[in-house]
Nanobody, 124 residues
């Protein structure tokens, strides 16, 4: 099993940057595909980005491509999301997720493990 804890949310002005981090427990973290989802008030959870266990393969939602970068450090059991060029539409609770698979998924149902979430607010 994996337990996930997110860090780094906060309030930022439009055009600014934030870096989210997620610390994972468990000795098999390097075998898990991990990613980020987000949920704005009144909306369903939305895929943001995912990365394969090796870190070689990444996927992004079209809405964040070229602005967000996902990375992982298997030696430290961490995954990060660098967010640049933030927009008010990026305002949401961001969740770190993991699945015991070599393949990423863009479906929330594909991830068994979820963090508690961290709030990101982008002001206009």
């Amino acid at each position: 099993q994996v337990q996930l804890v997110e860090f780094g949310g906060g309030l930022v002005q439009a055009g600014g940057s934030l870096r989210l981090s997620c610390a994972a427990s468990g000795r098999t973290f390097s075998l898990y595909a991990v990613g980020w989802f987000r949920q704005a008030p009144g909306n369903e959870r939305e895929f943001v980005a995912a990365i394969s266990p090796s870190g070689i393969n990444t996927k992004y939602a079209n809405s964040v491509k070229a602005r967000f970068t996902i990375s992982r450090d298997n030696a430290r059991n961490t995954v990060s999301l660098q967010m640049n060029g933030l927009k008010p539409d990026d305002t949401a609770v961001y969740y770190c997720v993991a699945r015991d698979s070599p393949y990423t998924s863009q479906s929330a149902q594909g991830y068994a493990y979820w963090g508690q979430g961290t709030q990101v607010t982008v002001s206009s």
